[in-house]
């Protein structure tokens, strides 16, 4: 079946930065048949978008989906102060925590226009299985794309890390689940839709020699590595004292600069770093709104690209970000940079690209703009956004939200939904754990959706995923 999405503008982020202000898509099953403006295409079915903004999928590239069910905390608090306040809650997640946390944090991030999501998950509780493939599930069943990670932790306390010693893992044991989960879940070549990443958490939870196996593992299965870099002062301080050397001398020493590796924040970079960065080939997840949430600072980004370093855009963790929501990194990134650098330090069809082929250059993988014969990953933004009309993404994630759990669910989560099932006359509750609707933002209850929300939706045009 083809459909046709007309006038709309048109944003491909193709490299000539082609845009059509009244324009349109053909769509045939799940690829773009065809773009332009001018005389429209057949088509089986017709959506008017009424001047909507059509971009590509953004693409987030770095995130921390189990910290969606823990925000608001340690609100006064640098990085490590912030940290120590929430290992301890952390330290209790499970698998039916994880997919709630994903599933909400997924959704949330589609509500932006995400259609791609790389999500680092380092924590592991002791006796705690299933929590990469919970994630994983939440994302195939909302048909998000998902770089999914296997990190770790193995520098405690007690040996001079930052996270405490109950929550750090044996070594030969983080190896043999990177393995496992990389021949259980990762999709190799073009048209992927789960993929796996190989991620030690950051220079103050990590020991060398972990950073030195994970890159052999990593290189040895074709994955690629990412970690936490030059975030803070603190972090530099402590890798001064440690390892008598600035992070970025201390990743290049262990092996973890190149092509295949991209580092999340990177807000404290001298300009021979950023030319370390730039000819090794290693990326850079730039995130603005938890960098000053946290007191971090602003990372270099109009240097960074000058000086053709890779550079996507991230949400981070919603612990320190409040939020799941892409397309405001991008608005989060032009004021910053602006902030930093002046007023013309990036524009705004600049910080969108970051959201977008920044984004996909960083992750390795070919998407990030419209084109024909890509898969019809867009996005469609209603603008402006006048009394009586509806976002479009807003329709698609609620619609996402609303799924039933799949048998395959976690265990608690599928006795949690036959409970909230119909029963007689009444109506059906929400099948999504309850926990999952709260952290929504959902009013939980009979019905268990958004006011109105299933009237608006289902009178929306239905857009490919």
Known sequence: MTTLYAGGWIVTCDDAGTEHPSGWVLVDGELVAALGDGEEPEADERVELGGAVVTPGLVNTHHHLYQTLTRARAQQADLFTWLRELYPVWARIDAEAEYAAARTGLAELALSGCTTVFDHHYV????????IEAEV??????????VASRGSMDLGAADGGLP?????EELDSVLAETERLAGELHEPGPGARVQLAVAPCSPFSVTRRLMQESAAIARGLGLPLHTHLAET????????ELYGCTPVEYLADLGWLGADVWCAHCVHLSADEIQDFASSGTGVAHCPT????????????RQLVDGAVRVGLGVDGSASNERSDLLFEVKQALLSARGRDGPEALTAREALRLGTRGGAAVLGVDI????QSDGAFISVDVAPALPGTWNVRWAVAIRCLLLPVPASAPRRSRRA?????SRGDRPARSRVPVRARRAAGCRVGRGGSPPAATARAAASPTLPR
Do not use: H, K
């Open 368 to 371: 990030g703009r419209v084109r």
């Open 164 to 168: 405490p010693d109950d929550l750090v």
């Open 233 to 240: 002062r603190e972090e530099e301080a402590y890798c001064m």
């Open 290 to 301: 938890s960098n000053l949430r946290l007191g971090a600072g602003v990372a270099p980004v």
């Open 137 to 146: 599930q939440a994302a195939r069943e909302l048909g998000v794309r998902i």
């Open 417 to 421: 939904a036959r409970r909230t099932g």
């Open 124 to 131: 592991f509780p002791r006796g705690r299985e299933g929590l």
